[in-house]
């Protein structure tokens, strides 16, 4: 009984809590056309932290429940860019085997690997986005075109893994990579969304293995996806991004890189500095 009243004590003000991590990842996710587990991971570790989850425990539980996350709203950005014809399924043919064995490894150092280094590798690769958001102008590329194919299937593992180590869709490293390569924009975001499912998908699976006998989790977790903030996330992003994507185009492109490199660097100072307390402590 006292279990039962501590799980609806809990729920309740956490319900909320993650329905507002929602509202404002959809919102940015479409504001600022990124993938919403960006903003997704940051904060939820944020309310995780308020509502005492054991530190060990955050970024796991951040980066599996925001993979889940982005797994009907995959589907979703695929049909739509499908019927675009914005999805390259010749370079998918190539990138795909190699963006999965990414994922697969990422989900076995995620298993063996401590909060602290998830929190890491997010903090770091989130400061390197913001750097090329602020500093990079829109447009520019450093070579020509693709690379020969051995070197894209090391670029696309590479995307698998560190995508899966931080709970993030294929948007937020495919796209800038591809567009470095002279890759058309539209091309790449469209692509991109089908990359987000490839991790999404089998990278929560392995987060619920990576999971399944934790001890200390919030109720209604399946390992280290959460179910309640799985529902109230997706639910809530999904009504919040069209406001986005509509206040989108009343503001400067400009500014909005501008916008979302700031937030990620802020972000990532909080983060990397939750690591280092951690470490010093």
């Known amino acids: 009984m006292d279990r039962f009243m501590y799980s609806i004590a809990f729920l309740l003000p956490f319900a909320i809590g993650l329905a507002l991590v929602g509202c404002i990842s959809g919102f940015l996710a479409g504001l600022l056309g990124v993938g919403g587990g960006i903003v997704v991971v940051p904060v939820l570790y ?47 043919k190539w990138w795909a085997p190699f963006v999965a064995l990414g994922v697969l490894i990422g989900v076995v150092l995620a298993g063996v690997s401590p909060g602290a280094l998830l929190t890491a590798v997010f903090g770091i690769v989130a400061a390197l986005v913001a750097l090329h958001m602020l500093l990079t102008p829109e447009g520019m590329h450093l070579v020509k ?6 070197f894209q299937a090391l670029m696309a593992t590479a995307i698998g893994t560190i995508s899966t180590l931080m709970g993030i869709g294929g948007g937020t490293l ?4 591809l567009s ?3 890759y058309p ?22 987060f619920v293995i990576n999971g399944w006998k934790a001890s200390g989790l919030p ?28 206040t989108a185009h009343t503001i400067d492109p400009k500014w909005l890189r501008r916008l979302f490199g700031i937030f990620l660097a802020i972000t990532s100072v909080k983060m990397l500095f939750d690591v280092y307390r951690h470490w010093i402590a």
Do not use: E, W
């Open 46 to 92: 944020h309310v995780l932290a308020a509502f005492d989850v054991d530190v060990a425990l955050r970024a796991h539980i951040s980066v599996g429940t925001s993979l889940a996350t982005i797994i009907p709203t995959s589907f979703q950005s695929i049909k739509a860019h499908r019927a675009r014809g914005a999805v390259d399924t010749a370079l998918l």
């Open 145 to 150: 075109s693709l690379p020969a194919k051995p």
């Open 174 to 177: 495919t796209v800038p990579t």
């Open 180 to 182: 470095l390569c002279n």
């Open 185 to 206: 924009v539209r091309r790449a975001v469209g692509t991109a969304s089908v990359i987000g499912l490839i991790i999404a998908l089998p990278g929560a699976i392995g």
């Open 219 to 246: 109720p209604l977790s399946l390992g280290y996806v959460n179910g309640a903030g799985f529902v109230a996330i997706a639910l809530t992003s999904m009504l919040f991004a069209p406001l986005g994507a509509r």
